[in-house]
């Protein structure tokens, strides 16, 4: 082919697509290892600066393809190990060579490119032939060997923009050169079974199926290392036409394909006449069976696509979007909290109570105490698009307010600022705080019994809004919304007003797995962790990848988490005969408290054992102000007074006895004297004393201890490793939370790990 070019001043300069071209043609003689392209690019009719044009134009074509994994379909398990859900982007099982069955290696090396274990990654030989017979009356051939083919199929797949996938896929000389220089570059770097391998597993196949592990079930319900030669023969063909040879749509067409990838296979060695013959004359013989995708064909729906969910929008897993979608279909396994015991049983218990197709949902969340391990969660409403049917997930949905539940969070303030738990209020039936907002005429109860001189159990047991109105006042509006986000919650700090009197009546959003975890937080002693369904990833190479960290630690002392639940634990099994919960105890010790929201927007009940923390909301998914709970129909029948009590209350009992089915029976800690007392303690002076020895005597007055992150300046006669100064201080009198900081002298080690509190 000759390329006329002029290199004199002024001279004619060959057009670019001319250029381009002729540096493919050199390329493909540079590539297949015939000369380089500064020899060969002079014998294309150029010379002096056209020959040194095409030479850099060849060597500034990249050379070095990054190949990222490819998707694969990720699984979703149950914390037994049980599937939840498969779900992919494209369906594909990648597979080692090995699990590949050697005929089906030759029916493509046969039909794509017999000579591709002698070539050097780019085919002259192959290519001039195609182009020859492109030229005349012979059909069409490509010209491309399996590594380019392999070239392009990576750069697709790593093609993140439209505009990516456009210029991977473009009939450009261009692209051509590019595909043919990397070709040779992989061709020197990877063995030529491995890439072979890699051009298995990346290829489409047609009608879904990605990779030939996944087409030999698809097709034909069998691993790809027990294809016959018929099944070999039809995948083979399927490649270079997977929508016109889809054999469940165009059958007769892809048994011509079939048997002319045969008669190649013959005609290169691979079978004999004999076996082609025989093959040709064999049925397609397709057995096909489809992977389910995704949480619509899950048992789980809801849990699964919260697990979904929690994979696209955290960070754990990929700074960007793209990046995150790239993770998710990397072939996981993905192993979950959920124990499906404990899931049906809350299902169930939804379900019997309200029925699918009630104007009222339930939501139902049950949090692991000291784990943060989401084990289940219900609603009585079916997964998908469509009438009576929701993409919402109720439990993990911030849109509801938690009403009186949230009570236990404003004791928990108030016992960490020194209130004793014995303490008592007088509660009026009617209360105007001096400090905060109130509504016209005053917070009020709902019953005459919420009013007079009450403990803090009883106020917890009978739900009395003007005691915990009060409390609050004594607390401060920030440190009860300080403590609920301790605990678990996310309430807007910013935006409530020290004033907002009716925080403590449980007004903000929350979900419910929110109030769950709070609860677990009692639970468990004052150990807070961040509620996660996730609990382990492994990567389809079988290593361990990332995994959402629950956080878990210790935010308020235990003996304030203890005087909570000692309190909640007269709501449903106390003395007091107005207590709100008094009909549904399941049988062992329990801790709880109902939620009615003003003018029954919504309705809880949350509750816990040592074991599991379950709350269940029950309102109007379309909004709780405008469609409230008036009247409810609850097993079968219509019951007019709505109450957390005889709404979510029978729910959550009858979900938590049957999930304590078989579990010993545990009960709750007993109170320490400094919480039953609620003095205020007073900070010891520890200056001048030994660091360890000052942690002692903190510790034993009932304080936690960190280090400052910085020592104090020098002094001569101020030995290393002892208070210099301490925070607060020394006489101070301060609340429970007991936190103490104490700064070394110059020169300590401020590395030193703390012991933890006894």
């Not at 274990?117 to 030989?125: F, M, N, P, Q, T």
């Not at 169930?348 to 309200?354: I, N, P, T, V, Y």
Request: aromatic residues 6%; charged residues 20%; contains cysteine.
């Amino acid at each position: 082919m000759t390329i006329p070019y002029d290199d004199r001043p002024g001279g004619r300069q060959p057009a670019p697509r001319r250029r381009t071209l002729t540096a493919w043609l050199v390329g493909l003689a540079t590539a297949s290892g015939l000369a380089t392209a500064a020899t060969v690019a002079p014998a294309v009719m150029m010379t002096g600066a056209a020959a040194n044009s095409v030479a850099d134009y060849w060597d500034a074509l990249p050379s070095t393809l990054p190949i990222e994994p490819v998707p694969q379909r990720s699984t979703i398990l149950a914390a037994d190990g049980s599937t939840i859900a498969i779900f992919y982007s494209e369906n594909r099982v990648e597979l080692p060579l090995a699990q590949i069955a050697p005929i089906a290696r030759r029916a493509v090396v046969a039909v794509e490119d017999d000579r591709f274990y002698e070539h050097g990654g780019v085919d002259l030989r192959g290519t001039l032939r195609a182009l020859v017979n492109n030229a005349g009356d012979g059909g069409r051939q490509g010209g491309s060997t399996l590594t380019q083919q392999y070239v392009k199929n990576v750069l697709l797949n790593n093609a993140e923009t439209a505009q990516d996938r456009a210029r991977a896929t473009e009939t450009t000389i261009t692209r051509k050169a590019q595909e043919a220089k990397l070709a040779a570059a992989l061709n020197r770097s990877m063995s030529k079974d491995d890439i072979l391998q890699g051009y298995l597993n990346i290829a489409y196949y047609g009608d879904g199926a990605y990779g030939i592990g996944t087409a030999a079930q698809h097709f034909f319900s069998v691993p790809a290392s027990r294809l016959t030669l018929t099944q070999a023969a039809l995948l083979a063909g399927l490649v270079q036409n997977p929508y016109g040879y889809n054999p469940m749509v165009h059958p007769e067409q892809a048994l011509k394909r079939r048997n002319v990838v045969l008669a190649r296979m013959r005609d290169t060695g691979v079978i004999t006449a004999q076996e082609a013959a025989q093959a040709q004359r064999a049925p397609l013989g397709l057995k096909p069976s489809e992977a389910a995708n995704g949480c619509t064909a899950s048992r789980y729906p809801f849990y699964c696509q919260w697990v979904r969910d929690s994979l696209e929008r955290d960070t754990t897993f990929g700074a960007t979007p793209a990046q995150r979608r790239r993770f998710m279909n990397s072939g996981l396994t993905i192993r979950t909290a959920l124990q499906p015991r404990l899931a049906d049983q809350a299902q169930r218990s939804a379900d019997e109570a309200l029925g699918r197709d009630n104007q009222f949902a339930a939501g139902v969340a049950v949090v692991q105490p000291g784990t943060g391990h989401v084990v289940a969660f219900a609603q009585n409403r079916s997964f998908g698009l469509g009438q009576g049917r929701t993409n919402q997930i109720y439990p993990a949905l911030t849109a509801f307010q938690p009403g009186s539940t949230f009570k236990p969070i404003t004791y928990a303030a108030a016992l960490e600022g020194g209130f004793p738990v014995n303490g008592v209020q007088d509660a009026p039936a009617r209360y105007r705080p001096d400090k905060l907002s109130y509504p016209p005429g005053g917070y009020r109860n709902s019953m005459a019994a919420d009013a007079g001189r009450l403990t803090a159990g009883q106020a917890l047991a009978r739900s009395s809004n003007t005691w915990f109105v009060m409390l609050e006042e004594q607390v401060g509006v920030p440190k009860v919304v300080q403590m609920a986000n301790r605990l678990g919650m996310t309430l807007p700090a910013d935006k409530i007003g020290a004033d907002e009197g009716s925080t403590t009546l449980g007004t903000h959003d929350a979900s419910p797995i929110q109030v769950a975890s709070v609860y677990a937080s009692f639970a468990a002693h004052g150990r807070v962790c961040k509620p996660v369904g996730i609990v382990s990833i492994t990567g389809a190479d079988g290593k361990p990848r990332k995994a959402p960290d629950p956080q878990c630690h210790q935010e308020i002392r235990p003996g304030i988490a203890d005087a909570v639940t000692a309190g909640l634990a007269e709501t449903v099994d106390g003395p007091d005969p107005y207590r709100t919960g008094k009909r549904l105890s399941i049988g062992r010790p329990v801790a709880g408290k109902t939620g009615t929201m003003d003018g029954n927007a919504s309705v809880w009940f949350a509750g816990y054992t040592p074991q599991f923390a379950t709350a269940v909301w029950v309102g109007d998914p379309r909004g709780g102000q405008k469609y409230p709970i008036n009247s409810v129909r609850l097993y079968g029948r219509r019951i007019g007074s709505v109450f957390g009590s005889t709404a979510a209350g029978p729910i959550w009992q009858d979900a938590m006895r049957s999930m304590h089915e078989g579990l010993p029976v545990q009960g709750f800690a007993p109170v320490g004297p400094a919480e039953l007392a609620g003095t205020h303690a007073v900070m010891p002076d520890v200056r001048g004393l030994g660091r360890d020895q000052a942690v002692r005597v903190l510790q034993d007055s009932g304080f936690d201890v960190t280090l400052a992150p910085t020592a104090a300046g020098p002094d001569p006669l101020r030995p290393k490793d002892v208070v210099a100064a301490q925070t607060p201080a020394p006489g101070t009198a301060v609340g429970l939370s007991g936190k103490a900081t104490i700064t070394l002298s110059a020169g300590s080690d401020l590395t030193v790990r703390l012991p933890d509190v006894p």
